[in-house]
C-alpha cells in the first residue's frame, strides 16, 4: 500500500490513468483507508474542472486578484505537515 506522500505525488498520473495497473491497485487500496487523499484527489478534479471551465470564461482582473487572495490566506492557514493540503471550504 503507498503512503500519504506517495499518493500526492502520483494523484495526477492517477486521475489522467497513466500508472501501471499494481501502482494504480496500491493507491486505490490506500483512497480506500484514507479520507485526506480522497479528498486531496476530489480538490485536484475541482481544481482542473475549474481551470478548464476558466478557459471558457473571461475574469475580470479583480477576480483573479480576489480569487489569489483566497488561496494565499488559505495556504497561510494550512499546517506545515507531511499530510496531503485540505481542500478548500
Ligand atoms: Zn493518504
Known sequence: MLN???VVA????????DLPPLRR???RFH???CRHCR???????????TVARLTETTLSPDDI?????RL???R?????TGDPPKPLD
Request: proline share 2%.
Open 76 to 80: 497561510q492557514h494550512q499546517p506545515l
Open 10 to 17: 502520483s494523484a495526477t498520473d492517477y486521475l489522467n490513468d
Open 65 to 69: 486578484e480576489r480569487q489569489a487572495r
Open 31 to 33: 483512497l480506500l483507508i
Open 39 to 49: 479528498r486531496f484527489l476530489r480538490q485536484i478534479q475541482l481544481t482542473s474542472a
Open 4 to 6: 500519504c506522500r506517495e
Open 72 to 74: 494565499r490566506q488559505h
Open 25 to 27: 491497485l496500491r493507491l
